[in-house]
């Protein structure tokens, strides 16, 4: 059994950055693309960035482009999500996400649809204030 653990979430004003952390248990971290994802109240859980594998291929939703960036380290079984220039509206619970799927492990592409995502971690909360 998988098991995600996310750290790095808090609070801080609108131009700041975060660096979230998810550290995976149970299997083999370098058999699944990983992704983060997040929901904001109200809202449904959205795709914000995946990696692949190896690190060698990653993939954003555009919102995020150019201001986040997703990186692993498979020696400590950990993925990371660096948040630079972020806005209120990136206020959301952040999810980390696993994905045996050729598309997550290939390519870092990773979704919302029925049976993409094996796991899911708990979630850490980020807030931006204005």
């Known amino acids: 059994q998988v098991q995600l653990a996310e750290s790095g979430g808090g609070s801080v004003q609108a131009g700041g950055s975060l660096r979230l952390s998810c550290v995976q248990s149970g299997r083999t971290f370098s058999n699944y693309g990983m992704g983060w994802f997040r929901q904001a109240p109200a809202k449904e859980r959205e795709f914000v960035a995946g990696i692949n594998w190896s690190g060698g291929s990653t993939s954003y939703a555009e919102f995020v482009k150019g201001r986040f960036t997703i990186s692993r380290d498979n020696t400590k079984n950990t993925v990371y999500l660096q948040m630079n220039s972020l806005k209120p509206e990136d206020t959301a619970v952040y999810y980390c996400?696993?994905?045996?799927?050729?598309?997550?492990?290939?390519?870092?592409?990773?979704?919302?649809?029925?049976?993409?995502?094996?796991?899911w971690g708990k979630g850490t909360q980020v807030t931006v204030s204005s």
């Open positions: 996400a696993a994905s045996p799927s050729v598309a997550a492990r290939v390519r870092g592409v990773l979704s919302n649809s029925p049976g993409d995502i094996n796991y």
